[in-house]
């Protein structure tokens, strides 16, 4: 590289200089042909006190900088160190402006002309990974980063990554780079600078494109392979005996330690396979469930040229499996093959994303996102759009591009040969083991579609989410907002979006049409307006209807019967006969369009893309049309419908859903009637050594099926401690304030026993709320961080991270922090559940699930509220110990467990640990002893 880099960064005592801010330490780092050459430190006097959250941040304090130089006294150095090169910093923005208003402050003329972002360009140039912090990329590539947030720990491990940057861009063949240069125009920062020097450096010298890659229409992209029949050199006799099967893995997996359980597990699986049986196997938590499915699975495909179908519940379980299955290609003696199918609109239409390249859009978050699957495209093998890291507004682009079938003959997309969806059908027709997920297993036997493999023999891991993933996936739903995107894609006459494109493609072909082009547009402009109309009663049912809440945030109504003849409803029901009669008629008119284009004889590859775009558009079209009809004109007798919302947002967060309240006969008679075998498992399946529970939901006979239970091979004795403190206010119906006051007291204590390190799960994010403002208020734990879901900004994957990374975090979750979420290791010390975890009676679902029962003249509570509660609360048990080497407390801040006859069932369902009851001096003086 000819042009030079200065990587800087800043730490400060906040974010904004114009409000008083001040640098408090600067390190530079010299880049020349892309090595290391200079490094520049110095801590700096701000002139003003350090905040206590930056101190815990950076580690950095008053004292350190009390004898250092004022920014003034070392501003000529830092001017010089900068002069010409290009600067450089991972958040540009932030670091570039600070420095800025630093050096006019010291009387200094800054003139930086060219910066680049280390986060824009490592999106553009490591589309897939996880996460874009410096701590997470220095993990992932091993930089030497001791003092993350110091600023020469940080400027260092900046530097290393522009260089990986660099060295991977080199790799990228010239048409994605001359590409990518096109685009970078409309970026953030001036990468194009950095991509037209590698472009000059590559045209000098011609060089091969490598042979895993090729270029096809203009675009590089990988080669696709098919893996060849698997190959059995000798018979895949199933080992029966633990010792053969040992052997096997002992061969494999370093320091594998023998797990009966695990070894019981593979014969129960092969078992229910050859018996054509169906299973329920609880597996807890460090039995290596994975490789207990995945070895008898695999001998009996093989052996019986069976193919089977595994489906998780989440991607964190698909991407395991991805992960174990090559583990297991190493452990078997003989090869297989082995695919993830997902749904087809998980795949990248390539049709449409080359089209979208020919188009000026300055759209920055599409720009990106283009850049990004350019990149992309050069390392994927399955085009599985998930893999990338989208930002938010790239998710708009992400449904434009995305796989929906073809409208035209499939045979006339000149992308048929290298279409990602069809390889993926083609791999899992020949696979003897195809990787899914529930949704999509759900959709393909309710629907008959044929989109998975004809398979009998299926396993269910996580099969605790199987009966939620059902619902969802037999429910409806209707969102404001996924409304108003839907109609923003179409667009009207007015605007550049898809009908106004699609018309113009209408009007140079010369075809008529029977609904007229003025006609359809005023459709459009209607069925918004009658969608704002629609949206705003509803808004005022639900208020009127929760009147009652003074300070919920998150509203929910059930439509009962009662509801139904309130006049608001009559007018909403009027307004849904609208709508659809608006929403047919619409369909109607693009419909017309297409069929008319699909009669052309020549049409072009921009106008088929822009076809295949209006065909996925008319498929959620109608959908949107069944879902409006299924939810307010023939609502199912099965069904539950309700509609909820946040209390300060409406309209615009207004939902309606609908769900069965029981697909225990759904499941019975089109799933497991139909399959020869079906092994569930989990970790969280039984209440009291029972299954019973989970039988009954599933409509499922005991005695036809297999059940196991596995207990983990953790010494949880000596690893966990369950603590209940006895001086806490009963939990009452109705106003909680005592009790919440009395949390927060209770959490600012614990957390400097425990030093943070801790995760406080609730049941209610209204509670949840309540009480983070209670303790952020109090200003007892200003050296924490407190992050919570739904008011610290992130999804849980990301609140998680950032608890991992401060020694003093805690993280305050509820909803679906209660399984899921994985912290090993020292991270979490103390686990906090709030409140057992039972539904609210209010909640549509379990208020209708609750007369069904009623109606059976049976006890709600017993039948379904208890044993509900009984398996979250051990989901949320099974968050503190990962390992065998983890070890923590958990306290349980509601009394109920030990004042109601009902609180032993929670007991009972834990693992034998120590439990310990007194007030909060005593828990705290067990802590300090326990850790």
Same mark, same amino acid.
């Given at each position: 590289m000819s042009r030079n880099f200065v990587v800087v960064d800043l730490e400060t005592t906040g974010n904004s200089f114009e409000k008083g801010d001040r640098i408090?330490?600067?390190?530079?780092?010299?880049?020349?042909?892309?090595?290391?050459?200079?490094?520049?430190?110095?801590?700096?006097?701000?002139?003003i006190s350090i905040p206590p959250f930056i101190e815990e941040l950076t580690g950095i304090n008053d004292h350190m900088v009390e004898n250092a130089p004022t920014f003034s006294e070392i501003a000529h150095q830092v001017k010089a160190f &900068?002069? %010409?090169?290009? /600067?450089?910093?991972?958040?540009? &923005?932030? %670091?570039?402006? /600070?420095?800025?208003?630093?050096?006019?402050?010291a009387g200094f003329l800054t003139s930086v002309d060219e910066a680049i972002d280390t986060v824009e360009l490592t999106k553009i140039i490591m589309p897939d990974l996880p996460s874009y912090k410096l701590a997470d990329l220095s993990e992932q590539f091993e930089f030497v980063h001791d003092h993350p947030h110091r600023a020469d720990s940080d400027a260092l491990a900046t530097a290393e990554l522009l260089r990986l940057l660099i060295e991977n861009a080199k790799q990228l063949p010239l048409v994605t780079l001359e590409k990518l240069a096109d685009l970078s125009f409309y970026l953030k920062s001036d990468i194009s600078i950095l991509l037209h020097e590698i472009i000059k450096e590559k045209r000098r010298k011609i060089e091969d494109l490598p042979p895993h890659l090729e270029v096809f229409r203009g675009i590089a992209l990988k080669k696709k392979e098919t893996p060849e029949e698997a190959e059995v050199t000798?018979?895949?006799?199933?080992?029966?005996h633990h010792e053969d099967k040992e052997k096997l893995i002992q061969t494999v997996v370093n320091g594998y330690e023998k797990r009966v359980g695990q070894m019981d597990m593979m014969n129960a699986v092969y078992e229910a396979f050859t018996t054509k049986k169906h299973a329920l196997i609880e597996a807890e938590t460090g039995i290596g469930k994975s490789l207990g499915y995945l070895f008898p699975a695999l001998y009996f495909a093989m052996e019986r040229k069976e193919p089977i179908i595994i489906s998780t519940y989440t991607l964190q379980m698909q991407d395991q499996l991805n992960t174990e299955i090559q583990k297991m290609s190493k452990i078997v003696p003989f090869s297989f093959r082995a695919t993830v199918l997902k749904g087809r609109h998980n795949y990248l239409n390539l049709l449409k994303f080359e089209q979208s390249l020919n188009e000026v859009?300055?759209?920055?978050?599409?720009?990106?996102?283009k850049m990004q699957l350019l990149v992309w495209l050069t390392k994927t093998d399955t085009g599985d759009i998930d893999e990338l890291n989208?930002?938010?507004?790239?998710?708009?682009?992400?449904?434009?591009?995305?796989h929906d079938g073809w409208f035209l003959q499939k045979e006339k997309d000149p992308w048929i040969s290298r279409d990602f969806y069809m390889h993926a059908r083609k791999l899992a027709l020949h696979a003897e083991i195809v990787i899914t997920n529930h949704a999509m297993l759900l959709v393909d036997m309710e629907k008959e579609k044929g989109l998975l493999p004809e398979a009998n023999f299926i396993i269910v891991d996580e099969a605790h989410n199987f009966i939620q993933a059902a619902r969802k996936s037999y429910g409806k739903k209707i969102e404001f907002h996924s409304v108003k995107y839907i109609l923003g894609k179409?667009?009207?006459?007015?605007?550049?979006?898809?009908?106004?494109?699609?018309e113009q493609m209408i009007q140079q072909k010369g075809l008529e049409t029977t609904i007229y082009p003025g006609q359809l547009d005023q459709y459009i402009s209607q069925f918004d307006a009658e969608i704002d109309d629609f949206f705003m009663l509803l808004s005022r049912l639900i208020v009127k209807e929760t009147n009652h809440m003074k300070q919920a945030v998150k509203l929910q109504i059930r439509i009962t019967e009662r509801i139904k003849e309130d006049r608001l409803w009559s007018a909403l029901t009027m307004c849904a006969e609208r709508l659809l009669d608006l929403q047919r008629q619409i369909y109607n008119g693009l419909h017309e369009r297409l069929q008319k284009m699909k009669e052309q004889s020549k049409i072009e590859s921009r106008e088929k893309a822009l076809i295949e775009e209006m065909n996925s558009f008319l498929l959620e079209w109608d959908s949107l049309g069944e879902n409006w009809k299924e939810l307010m004109i023939k609502a199912s007798t099965n069904d539950v419908v309700w509609v909820e919302g946040d209390a300060r947002t409406m309209p615009n967060s207004l939902s309606l859903y609908s769900q069965p309240v029981n697909v225990g006969d759904l499941l019975s008679d089109h799933f497991f009637a139909k399959k020869a075998s079906v092994v569930m498992t989990s970790a969280t399946m039984t209440i009291d050594q029972s299954f019973q529970y989970f039988l009954q939901q599933l409509h499922l006979e005991s005695a036809a099926v297999i059940q196991m239970q596995i207990r983990s091979p953790f010494a949880y004795e000596k690893l966990a401690k369950l603590l209940i403190p006895t001086d806490l206010p009963q939990i009452r119906a109705g106003d909680n304030d005592e009790f919440i006051e009395a949390v927060a007291g209770h959490l600012a204590a614990i957390a400097e026993a425990t030093e943070g390190r801790m995760l406080v799960l609730f049941t209610s994010h209204d509670m949840l709320r309540k009480t983070y403002q209670l303790v952020k208020e109090s200003g007892l734990l200003e050296e924490f961080v407190l992050l919570a879901q739904g008011i610290t900004a992130g999804s849980r994957t990301r609140l998680t991270k950032n608890f991992q990374q401060f020694d003093k975090a805690i993280l305050f979750g509820t909803n679906s922090f209660w399984e899921?979420?994985?912290?090993?290791?020292?991270?979490?010390?103390?686990?906090v559940i709030v409140r057992l975890p039972f539904s609210s009676p209010q909640d549509p679902l379990t208020a209708a699930k609750f007369e069904e029962i009623k109606k059976i003249g049976k006890n709600p509570f017993s039948v379904s509220s208890l044993p509900e509660a009984v398996i979250r609360f051990k989901q949320g048990f099974g968050r503190l110990i990962r390992t065998e080497t983890d070890r923590g407390v958990v306290i349980v801040l509601d009394r109920r467990i030990d004042t109601t006859t009902y609180g032993k069932a929670f007991l009972q369902s834990l693992p034998k640990i120590p439990i310990e009851r007194g007030g909060l001096k005593e828990i705290i003086s067990i802590i300090d002893k326990w850790l």
């Open positions: 408090i330490q600067i390190s530079a780092v010299a880049v020349e042909n892309n090595k290391i050459v200079d490094q520049y430190t110095s801590f700096i006097n701000p002139g &900068l002069a %010409d090169s290009i /600067f450089v910093a991972h958040n540009v &923005l932030f %670091d570039l402006s /600070f420095l800025q208003g630093e050096l006019r402050s000798s018979d895949p006799n199933f080992p029966l859009d300055p759209v920055y978050d599409h720009v990106m996102t989208f930002s938010s507004g790239g998710k708009r682009y992400k449904e434009r591009i995305r179409l667009g009207t006459l007015e605007n550049r979006q898809m009908f106004s494109r699609f899921g979420v994985d912290i090993p290791g020292k991270d979490l010390a103390c686990l």
